[in-house]
């Protein structure tokens, strides 16, 4: 194509009052000559533009200001106190003297970056941080592969240790290996091996505990999250999805489908029926999906304002699908739904009406873990609890009684209920409460086995589960379910000839090595 515009300027050259002003790269068109046999590439440029001007670079001095107000002016309807303002100025300032600097180079970049933002903020308006908003785009228009790793590893970016809406717990030494691994995937983008500096100005700006586990090999406290939680920021478990909704706006629980739930919540008539609008609504949504971790986001920031009765109706409703509540996409859906019954549960702090709905949550969840994070975080472990803040009222003997009486009732009678590997902290917890729940739950374990070693195999693959890793508080654990007496004895007396698969066969193994004590800290058993 530059060939043919070459001809064309040599064939119209003799026009007169005729003048072609071309704007290019003198270097870069030279190059492409090179290959000419015989032919002096600057010699060859001359004969078509004799005479060239070099244009000054654009200084950064003119395209800050320019990335500056028109940036803030995308966000004017996000920013309406002046102190939100300047906060915004401030960090945006320093988002650029860090980073943008060495990538809005020209006003075509900061052009590109400015319509991005614009773009991808009319999709969430309000509901993320800005800064951190650029700081994404930035990265996504300039440094693709480096997004491409964010989002693809989000449990690592967004999750924290000191938040009970994040993923299970990770040893020490799993988490020093995967920040091992991102870093080297991270080091070997393209952007990371010609500016690693650049790169870790971006990331640092967005997740710097982060990249204090990835490059500095260390881990800094991170404090609390509730500074992080009201800024929106994207290394919080609740808002890191929402910051991908401008890559796939399909995701999007969108504020129409909103109002036009509410809508439909508000002329139920009943709390049966508004449970059941609920319900409905939440089967339309894939499993482990993110447009559904968006729907429950929303769905729990929204019970705050709705009207009492309705925000009581949609939190039964919640617990109702809790079995159904995925805690390993991205940040866990079942932790964050969590959240939500807390801000009713505060609504109603202020008198003994909290204590009837926390324990209908209870009673009416469909999952133990759910139910035993209600009465846990309602109780025993309050100070975990950022949502549910006035405890006055709250009282701990009513709510630990109706937890018991959940229990009992699923675990309590001949038939009863078969827990999964997800229900055993529940059992647990349960068999702490006192000496008659520890015997109640000894003797559902009795009951659940009987005399079969198959059984005794399913068992204890419910409580150590194959992958776990052995640690000093395991053996506790173990007895405080089914004393290790028991199991010995159960052991050496089901002697039968089930036939047991392989799975049953490891769980037996495992339960024949921890009744010898060949087991040590750390190891991970199969």
């Given at each position: 194509e530059l060939f043919t515009l070459l001809k064309v300027i040599r064939g119209a050259s003799d026009l007169p009052n005729l003048t072609f002003v071309c704007a290019l790269n003198q270097d870069h068109v030279e190059n492409l000559t090179t290959d000419i046999e015989?032919?002096?590439?600057?010699?060859?440029?001359?004969?078509f533009f004799p005479t060239a001007l070099d244009l000054p670079k654009v200084r950064s001095d003119v395209l800050q200001p320019m990335l500056h107000e028109r940036l803030k002016k995308t966000f004017e309807t996000w920013l309406k106190e002046a102190e939100q303002q300047e906060e915004f100025s401030k960090g945006l300032d320093s988002l650029w003297k860090s980073a943008l600097v060495k990538l809005c180079t020209n006003i075509r970049k900061t052009n590109l970056l400015i319509n991005d933002v614009e773009a991808s903020s009319a999709l969430i308006v309000g509901e993320v941080n800005p800064l951190d908003l650029c700081a994404l785009t930035a990265v996504r228009r300039f440094c693709p592969s480096l997004y491409?790793?964010?989002?693809?590893?989000?449990?690592?970016?967004?999750?924290?240790?000191?938040?009970?809406?994040?993923?299970?717990?990770?040893?020490?030494?799993?988490?020093?290996?995967?920040a091992a691994r991102i870093r080297e995937i991270v080091k070997s983008t393209p952007k990371a091996v010609r500016d690693e500096v650049l790169v870790k100005a971006l990331l640092t700006e967005m997740f710097p505990a982060r990249v204090e586990e990835m490059f500095e090999h260390r881990r800094?406290?991170?404090?609390?999250?509730?500074?992080?939680?009201?800024?929106?920021?994207?290394?919080?478990?609740?808002?890191?999805?929402?910051?991908?909704?401008?890559?796939?706006?399909?995701?999007?629980?969108s504020a129409r489908e909103m109002e036009s739930l509410m809508t439909a919540l508000s002329a139920g008539e009943t709390e049966l029926r508004r449970r059941q609008i609920f319900n409905d609504a939440f089967d339309t949504f894939e499993k482990d999906s993110i447009r559904r971790y968006e729907f429950i986001h929303k769905i729990c920031v929204r019970i705050e304002t709705m009207p009492i009765e309705i925000a009581r109706s949609v939190s039964l409703a919640i617990s109702e699908c809790a079995d159904r509540l995925g805690d390993e996409m991205l940040v866990s859906e079942l932790r964050r739904a969590l959240g939500g019954i807390f801000a009713v549960a505060q609504?109603?702090?202020?008198?003994?009406e909290v204590n009837r709905f926390i324990?209908?949550?209870?009673?009416?969840?469909?999952?133990?873990?759910?139910?035993?994070?209600?009465?846990?975080?309602?109780?025993?472990?309050r100070g975990e609890n950022s949502t549910l803040?006035?405890?006055?009222?709250?009282?701990?003997?009513?709510?630990?009684?109706?937890?018991?009486?959940r229990m009992s009732s699923r675990y309590g009678g001949e038939m009863g209920f078969t827990?999964?590997?997800?229900?055993?902290?529940?059992?647990?917890v349960w068999s702490r409460l006192g000496p008659a729940e520890h015997q109640k739950v000894r003797a559902f374990w009795q009951?659940?086995?009987?005399?079969?070693?198959?059984?005794?195999?399913?068992?204890?693959?419910?409580?150590v589960p194959a992958g776990q890793i052995w640690n000093n508080e395991a053996l506790a654990f173990i007895d405080e379910l089914i004393p290790i007496g028991d199991l010995g004895r159960m052991y050496e007396q089901n002697q039968g000839q089930e036939t047991l698969d392989a799975v049953q066969e490891r769980a037996l193994a495992r339960l024949e090595r921890v009744l010898r004590r060949d087991v040590s800290s750390g190891e991970v058993l199969y």
């Open positions: 015989g032919v002096e590439s600057h010699e060859f440029f001359e004969k491409e790793i964010i989002w693809n590893n989000a449990s690592f970016f967004s999750n924290s240790r000191n938040s009970w809406k994040t993923l299970s717990f990770q040893s020490d030494e799993a988490r020093e290996a995967e800094s406290g991170e404090g609390s999250l509730d500074p992080a939680e009201r800024q929106k920021r994207i290394a919080h478990p609740d808002y890191f999805p929402i910051y991908f909704h401008c890559e796939v706006p399909e995701t999007v629980f609504r109603l702090s202020s008198s003994d324990g209908d949550c209870i009673m009416s969840a469909s999952s133990d873990l759910f139910a035993v994070n209600i009465y846990k975080l309602s109780t025993t472990h803040l006035r405890f006055e009222d709250v009282g701990e003997a009513i709510i630990r009684e109706a937890f018991i009486s827990p999964t590997k997800y229900d055993m902290h529940a059992l647990y009951r659940f086995i009987g005399q079969s070693r198959r059984r005794l195999a399913e068992a204890f693959d419910l409580i």
